[in-house]
C-alpha cells in the first residue's frame, strides 16, 4: 500500500499508547482525517496484563490478540514498517524499507524492549527444563504447565534490576503459583523463593506493607538485590548476581519463572531523542520533548519516573494530545500529567490489591474504600472490565 511522504503527525508505534493517542486526535479534530499516520510492523495487537491470567489458567491466551488492522482508528494511515532513524532537526523518520517520511509534529509511543538475551541461556531455554515467562505470548502458556505440572520443589520467580512493564507483575504470578499448589496439595512439600533485583516489595509503603503480610501468610521467601544473570537449563540451576557483594549466588530450581531485563529500543537509545540512559527525554508534566518542541513522548519508552503501565498510559493520552493541539493552535502547553499510574496486584485466584499512585508515591485511589485489601471485587475488575474498558473504550478514544 502506497502512502503520502508527508503527514501533518507521525505516530511511531501501533500499541496501546500510538493508538490512544491516534484515536484521541480524530475524536478532538476531524480535520487530521488523512493526516495522521502510524509506523508499526506488527500485524497482532496484544491486551498484554492478561498475560499473567493465561499463565494461572484463568485465561485463553487467544482472548489477549487482535489483528492489529482491527484497531487502527479509521481515517488514520498505518505505514506497517519499523523505524531505524529519528531525524528531528529535518522533522523526519527512516523507515527499514528505506523511506523517508516527513511530519509537522512527532509522537513517540515505541513501547519497551525485552532483552532476553541479556540473561545468559535464557532464549534457548524458553519453555524447557523448568523455564517459563509470561512476557511472551509464544510462552506464556508454557508458565501454566509448569505450574499445573508442579510436584513439589524449588519454584523460583525472577525480578530484574531494570524497569519493567508493570513494576508488580512479577510478583503476581507467584501468589496464583502459591494459590494453586496449595489447592493441587503440593505446597507442603515445595518452597517460594522471590529473587528480585529490586531492594524492596514495592515502592509505596502503603500497598508494600499489605503485600510483606501477603509474602509473610504464603510463607515466600525473599531474596532482594539478586540480578538474574545466567540459566544452566541442562542442570536446573539459576546463577543470580548480589547486587551488594557483586558475588555470584547459584540456585536449584524445579521451576523458574523469568521476568527479563527491558530496556529502551534501539532505534531510541541511538536517536538524538534520548536521555542519556536511552529513554526518550521528556517533561515529565507536559511529555513535551526537552530540546525538540515539536516532538511528544508517551507510555513505556519515556524517561517518565513512574511505572510502566497501561493505566499510566491511560492518564498520559489527554495530556499529550490536549498539549499538542494548544501547540498546533499555537496557544500555550498547560495540561500536565501528574504521574499517576496503577498496578492491579493479583494476590491470589479472586483477590486482588488495586495500587494507585503518583510521583510522590502517594496513593491516588479510585473508589472509596481501603485498596490495600485484597478484593474479589477487584479481582474480576482486572479480569473482566478492564480488558472490555481496554478495546472498546481506551483504544476507540473515549476513555
Known amino acids: ?20 493517542v491516534a484515536a484521541r486526535l480524530l475524536r478532538r479534530s476531524r480535520d487530521l482525517v488523512g493526516n495522521i499516520a502510524i509506523i508499526d510492523p506488527a500485524r497482532k495487537h496484544y491486551y498484554q496484563p492478561l498475560w499473567t491470567l493465561v499463565g494461572a489458567g484463568e485465561v485463553s491466551k487467544e482472548a489477549t490478540e487482535r489483528e492489529q488492522a482491527s484497531i487502527i482508528p479509521k481515517g488514520v ?14 522533522n523526519a523518520i ?9 511530519y509537522d509534529y512527532l509522537v513517540v509511543a515505541a513501547g519497551i524492549q525485552i532483552d532476553w538475551d541479556r540473561v545468559k541461556g535464557l532464549k534457548e531455554s524458553m519453555g524447557k527444563h523448568g ?9 506464556v502458556e508454557s508458565t501454566w504447565d509448569n505450574i499445573r505440572n508442579f510436584k513439589g520443589g524449588t519454584a523460583i520467580f525472577t525480578n530484574p534490576n531494570t524497569p519493567v512493564k508493570c513494576g508488580g507483575a512479577p510478583q503476581k504470578i507467584m501468589y496464583l503459583a502459591d494459590d494453586y499448589f496449595r489447592k493441587s496439595g503440593i505446597r507442603s512439600r515445595s518452597s517460594i523463593t522471590f529473587a528480585s533485583g529490586g531492594a524492596t516489595i514495592f515502592g509505596v509503603k502503603k500497598y508494600a506493607d499489605a503485600l510483606q503480610k501477603v509474602i509473610e501468610r504464603k510463607q515466600i521467601e525473599t531474596r532482594f538485590k539478586h540480578n538474574l544473570i545466567e540459566i544452566i537449563s541442562e542442570k536446573k540451576q539459576a546463577v543470580f548476581e548480589n547486587l551488594d557483594t557483586n558475588d555470584c549466588v547459584i540456585m536449584p530450581y524445579d521451576m523458574i519463572h523469568v521476568v527479563p531485563p527491558m530496556s529502551a529500543p ?11 540512559d536511552g ?5 515529565k508534566f507536559t511529555l513535551q520533548h526537552k530540546r525538540f518542541g515539536n516532538v511528544f513522548g508517551i507510555g513505556d519508552c519515556t524517561n517518565l519516573p513512574t511505572s510502566k503501565t497501561g493505566a499510566a498510559i491511560r ?14 493552535s499555537g496557544k500555550p502547553i498547560r495540561n500536565e500529567y501528574n504521574g499517576y499510574t496503577s498496578c492491579p496486584l493479583v494476590t491470589g485466584y479472586g483477590k486482588l ?13 479510585s473508589f472509596p474504600f481501603d485498596q490495600s485489601r485484597e478484593r474479589l471485587s477487584m479481582y474480576l475488575l482486572k479480569k473482566d472490565l478492564l480488558p472490555v474498558m481496554y478495546w472498546k473504550g481506551m483504544l476507540k478514544g473515549f476513555m
Open 1 to 20: 500500500m502506497s502512502h503520502k511522504q508527508h503527514y501533518k503527525i507521525v505516530i511511531v508505534g501501533g500499541g496501546s499508547a500510538g493508538i490512544t
Open 77 to 90: 494511515a498505518w505505514v506497517q514498517d519499523a523505524v531505524t532513524e529519528f531525524w528531528p532537526n529535518e
Open 94 to 102: 527512516v523507515t527499514a524499507s528505506g523511506n523517508q517520511l516527513n
Open 131 to 139: 523455564v517459563c515467562s509470561n512476557y511472551s505470548y509464544d510462552y
Open 266 to 276: 534501539e532505534i531510541i537509545k541511538k536517536s538524538p531523542l534520548a536521555s542519556g
Open 279 to 283: 529513554w526518550i527525554d521528556v517533561d
Open 315 to 328: 492518564k498520559q493520552g489527554p495530556v499529550v494530545v490536549q498539549n499538542l493541539l494548544s501547540l498546533m
Open 353 to 365: 490489591i488495586l495500587a494507585e499512585f503518583d510521583y510522590e508515591l502517594n496513593p491516588q485511589e
